[in-house]
């Protein structure tokens, strides 16, 4: 049994930061891309990001690509999503994921386990 535990979200004003962690257990976790995903009210989950197993290939989505960052510490079995210059479409449910791959990808259906998520709420 895999658990993403989510933290990290909250509000902030618009131009600001956020950092937020997940943290994985259960099972290994350094084999795994990982992503985060987010979900506002009335749409459909999205992508976000996702970093491979290894930490040293991202792909981002073009709505958050030069504000978030993405990274992980294998050691800690955590993976860190870096939010900068928030805008108020960036308010949403954030969601953490592990893949089954060892490389990026944006597809819902190859993330085999959730985090519960973590409110991320921008002011304008």
């Known amino acids: 049994q895999v658990q993403l535990v989510e933290s990290g979200g909250g509000l902030v004003q618009a131009g600001g930061s956020l950092r937020l962690s997940c943290v994985v257990s259960?099972?290994?976790?350094?084999?795994?891309?990982m992503g985060w995903f987010r979900q506002a009210p009335g749409k459909e989950r999205e992508f976000v990001v996702s970093i491979n197993w290894n930490g040293r290939s991202t792909f981002y989505a073009d709505t958050v690509k030069g504000r978030f960052t993405i990274s992980r510490d294998n050691a800690k079995n955590t993976v860190y999503l870096q939010m900068n210059s928030l805008k108020p479409e960036d308010t949403a449910v954030y969601y953490c994921?592990?893949?089954?791959?060892?490389?990026?990808?944006?597809?819902?259906?190859?993330?085999?386990?959730w985090g519960q998520g973590t409110q991320v709420t921008v002011s304008s």
């Open positions: 994921a592990a893949t089954v791959r060892l490389g990026v990808t944006d597809r819902t259906d190859e993330y085999e386990y």
């Open positions: 259960g099972r290994t976790f350094s084999n795994r891309a």
